[in-house]
């Protein structure tokens, strides 16, 4: 099972956290033994350190992980490559995200609307639209989303993002957009 580069930073995170706390709690540990002449209360006071530092740690990580859930759902445009219909690895926790957001907000209505940039004929180029719409709204289901949530609509090449003919404009036309009913 991968485990995605987030999740690898909140566990070093805690990791580090833990460490710091445990390592900076035997100095405090042993002025504290020394000034109160007993080692019961230290025990308790740096015990008590230790979850502070690490509910801060977990608050922290789980901030993070909230900011990349918003982050991940401003995103709603994705890109294909030339006659794919596949989208990018690139794309897939992006995509997990809004399946998992789908999922959880079951009033939530998303259209998928697939384009294509002017190369092909009119009707290769719609079906190429539907083709990636479907194959996203595939892995949403997979990752939470009900069907009933997601609707298709293939444009082809009718609605470019960039009218230019050059393989930049080209490149922004290959996209599904997510939008939001």
Same mark, same amino acid.
């Given at each position: 099972?991968?485990?995605?580069?987030?999740?690898?930073?909140?566990?070093?995170?805690?990791?580090?956290?833990?460490?710091?706390?445990?390592?900076?709690?035997?100095?405090?540990?042993? #002025?504290?033994?020394?000034?109160?002449?007993?080692?019961?209360?230290?025990?308790?006071?740096?015990?008590?350190?230790?979850?502070?530092?690490?509910?801060?740690?977990?608050?922290?990580?789980?901030?993070?992980?909230?900011?990349?859930?918003?982050?991940?759902?401003?995103?709603?445009?994705?890109?294909?490559?030339?006659?794919?219909?596949?989208?990018?690895?690139?794309?897939?926790?992006?995509?997990?995200?809004?399946? =998992?957001?789908?999922?959880?907000?079951?009033?939530?209505?998303?259209?998928?609307?697939?384009?294509?940039?002017?190369?092909?004929?009119?009707?290769?180029?719609?079906?190429?639209?539907?083709? =990636?719409?479907?194959?996203?709204?595939?892995?949403?289901?997979?990752?939470?989303?009900?069907?009933?949530?997601?609707?298709?609509?293939?444009?082809? #090449? #009718?609605?470019?993002?960039?009218?230019?003919?050059?393989?930049?404009?080209?490149?922004?036309? =290959?996209?599904?957009?997510?939008?939001? =009913?």
């Amino acid at each position: 099972m991968k485990i995605s580069n987030f999740a690898r930073a909140t566990i070093v995170l805690l990791a580090l956290s833990s460490m710091v706390a445990c390592s900076s709690s035997g100095d405090m540990e042993a #002025e504290v033994q020394e000034s109160t002449g007993s080692g019961i209360s230290s025990n308790d006071g740096s015990a008590q350190r230790a979850q502070q530092a690490q509910s801060e740690a977990e608050r922290r990580a789980a901030e993070a992980q909230e900011r990349v859930r918003r982050t991940a759902i401003q995103t709603t445009v994705f890109y294909f490559d030339f006659d794919i219909a596949e989208f990018r690895q690139a794309d897939r926790d992006i995509l997990t995200f809004h399946g =998992r957001d789908l999922a959880s907000n079951s009033s939530k209505r998303i259209r998928l609307e697939g384009h294509a940039d002017e190369r092909g004929t009119r009707e290769y180029n719609l079906a190429l639209g539907e083709r =990636r719409a479907q194959s996203i709204m595939n892995f949403l289901i997979v990752n939470g989303a009900s069907r009933s949530q997601v609707e298709n609509v293939s444009y082809g #090449e #009718e609605r470019p993002t960039d009218t230019g003919t050059n393989e930049a404009a080209y490149q922004r036309n =290959r996209r599904v957009e997510i939008v939001v =009913r």
